[in-house]
């Protein structure tokens, strides 16, 4: 098939009640992966002038493991973030006149607390509890935290009170996190619940907010993206291969360290440079509870000065099993866990569609937009055909694929109707790959956004790429992925 006729094929609406589903069984069988590389290949060529490659964009500046030198961000591990140092940069480079600041997809809040340290308002939406927990620790810390509160931290710390505690507290488990954790750690774990009880509420806070920090060194588990990685000695096997993740720390070991480094962080020890120091002031910081498709059309228009954020990837990855660990500590339970899923932008072959008209009919254009794009539309049709020929490892990945567009197309129209006129928005994203499909995520979504109301000023590229999958290396080789930040600009 010609790509003329491709694009005439393509946007054909291919969505009727709900936008973010359509079946299988309408999928173009003339769709060959050729045909979308060409599509692909010519928009590629037409973005030459707005690509740059930044050689100072590394992938731990874009990724959590440059916090690993900051007090304080370093605390808890969200490896899906990004770091501090990067949205210093991008609000130096890109924002330097902004007031107020807006991540919609804020997870542990590192976008909000640079801009605070930096003297604007950082407002953030936030769905996940533990992002919540995070965030609100952070807080507490911003208060300001009193000598005694820095003593009684470190006398935890050194003398383990929790050990002598008669209570132990049951730990809440769900399906996907029983028998997380070795016998005596479990015990140990129920002494320091109850234990913490008998603290002020700001010891209390950052007691509790230090469990979850080591919840999965002392557990049997180690987060990988799209799951819980089981080690063998659970007694619980998981897949073909037996995973063994090395020493497994006890319970008292683990806590105390992280004591310790939280003492040092907050009591001025630390020899690095500690940003909430220089917060101007904690009414800087406001987070937004629930999911950004909720909450992004309940805030004013034209309000903000600047957007910056990483929503979740189109990678399948499922946060609410990743952070399983966390979410069970927390009180979440099974139908806590499943609409948590159900509620987060498409981005696990989990999610259902999203009956996006019926949640908000302000967002028709948005729909349309995304209807009338030919690679995503092209890239849909694809998919479905592999589907449809029994060729992808899951039938729940178009589903997925075309719930993030259609969503982040939604969440496009959003931004620009809260940014003021000439605000920046500034993302980072990867690019990903599907049946041995490069998907331009970079592309696509800033082909919506120009529809929607931005002008694309730049992608800047990290010089070195992002490997596909061990699956789709063995089946289509290795082709290095875009991983990029987007800067667009409210027109």
């Known amino acids: 098939m010609s790509v003329s006729k491709q694009q005439k094929s393509a946007k054909k609406p291919r969505l009727v009640e709900t936008p973010a589903i359509a079946a299988a069984g309408n999928a173009d069988p003339e769709v060959k992966l050729e045909d979308l590389i060409d599509l692909n290949s010519q928009l590629e060529e037409e973005y030459q002038s707005i690509f740059r490659v930044e050689d100072s964009l590394t992938r731990s500046l874009v990724s959590f493991q440059a916090n690993k030198a900051r007090a304080i961000y370093r605390w808890f591990k969200y490896k899906e973030g990004f770091s501090a140092t990067l949205i210093e940069r991008l609000i130096q480079d890109h924002c330097p006149l902004a007031r107020t600041l807006l991540d919609p997809f804020a ?34 810390i911003d208060l300001g935290v ?178 399983a660990l966390e979410l069970a500590m927390l009180g979440v339970d099974e139908p806590g866990l499943s609409q948590l899923r159900q509620e987060m932008l498409s981005c696990t072959v989990e999610n259902r569609g999203k009956d996006l008209l019926a949640l908000n009919p302000n967002w028709s254009a948005a729909v349309m937009t995304a209807n009338d794009q030919p690679l995503l539309q092209a890239l849909l049709a694809y998919l479905d055909a592999q589907l449809s020929l029994g060729l992808l490892n899951n039938a729940g990945i178009p589903r997925m694929v075309r719930g993030y567009f259609y969503e982040m197309a939604c969440v496009i129209s959003e931004c620009a109707r809260v940014l003021k006129p000439g605000a920046k928005l500034l993302m980072v994203n990867d690019n990903v790959r599907y049946a041995g499909a490069s998907v331009s995520v970079d592309i696509i979504l800033s082909e919506l956004a120009k529809r929607l109301g931005f002008e694309v000023e730049r992608i800047l590229v990290l010089p070195s790429g992002k490997g596909n999958s061990s699956q789709q290396m063995g089946a289509h080789g290795r082709d290095a992925l875009r991983k990029c930040v987007y800067v667009w600009r409210k027109e």
Not at 131 to 139: A, F, L
């Open 146 to 323: 009193t000598a005694q509160t820095v003593a009684r931290l470190a006398d935890w710390a050194e003398h383990k009170p929790w050990a002598s505690c008669p209570e132990i507290r049951p730990l809440n488990q769900l399906r996907i996190t029983r028998n997380a954790f070795p016998p005596a750690t479990a015990e140990a774990m129920g002494r320091y619940l109850a234990a913490i009880e008998t603290e002020s509420h700001g010891v209390r806070a950052i007691l509790r907010f230090a469990l979850l920090c080591v919840l999965e060194n002392v557990s049997y588990t180690r987060k990988d993206g799209q799951y819980l990685r089981w080690d063998h000695r659970a007694g619980r096997r998981v897949g073909k291969k037996i995973f063994d993740k090395g020493r497994i720390v006890p319970f008292a070991e683990a806590i105390s360290e992280k004591l310790r480094q939280i003492v040092g962080d907050i009591g001025g020890s630390a020899a690095d440079t500690d940003l909430f120091s220089e917060a101007q002031s904690p009414s800087n910081i406001s987070l937004h509870r629930g999911s950004c498709l909720s909450i992004l059309p309940t805030l004013r228009v034209s309000s903000y000065d600047c957007i910056i954020t990483s929503p979740p990837y189109c990678n399948r990855y499922d946060y609410t099993r990743t952070y």
């Open 107 to 140: 997870g542990s809040g590192t976008a909000m607390f640079v801009a605070s340290a930096m003297g604007l308002r950082g407002e953030g939406i936030e769905l996940l509890p533990i992002g919540h927990v995070v965030i609100e620790t952070k807080q507490v």
